[in-house]
């Protein structure tokens, strides 16, 4: 099997592992949730855009990758400027697929361009 597709199906399992657990997490709790319009504005970033990435990574991995990544990068802000501290490591390892999905996607594109480059190169017979 490709390394491709290995990073890619890692990616996705993991991908469906972090949204369950996610999911546990949001529905598990027996009170209610009420966020305020600001934690509203976090929860938008972090679960909800993680999970939007990992969902546009199973049709276009590089795009998917980097929404996720972006969210977390935005939700680490908000989280800043609110409290004054960055999110815990535990966010990265719920969003790492996206990184997963963001380095599979520059790899095969720089593969691809070198064998796109390799076809093009004449052929000099001395």
């Known amino acids: 099997m490709q390394l491709s597709a290995v990073l890619r199906w890692t990616a996705r399992v993991w991908g469906i592992v972090s949204f369950l657990l996610i999911a546990a997490f949001m529905v598990g709790g027996a009170e209610s949730m009420r966020p305020t319009a600001n934690e509203a504005l976090g929860l938008l970033l972090f679960p909800f855009g993680v999970v939007v990435g990992f969902g546009i990574?199973?049709?276009?991995?590089?795009?998917?990758g980097l929404v996720t990544i972006g969210s977390l990068a935005l939700f680490g802000l908000w989280m800043f400027h609110r409290d004054g501290r960055f999110p815990g490591p535990y966010f990265l390892l719920f969003a790492g697929p996206g990184f997963i999905h963001t380095?599979?996607?520059l790899l095969s594109r720089s593969r691809w361009s070198n064998t796109d480059?390799?076809?093009r190169q004449p052929?000099?017979?001395v």
């Open 57 to 64: 990574a199973w049709w276009r991995e590089g795009i998917g």
């Open 103 to 105: 380095a599979n996607a």
């Open 117 to 119: 480059l390799q076809r």
């Open 123 to 125: 052929d000099h017979d």
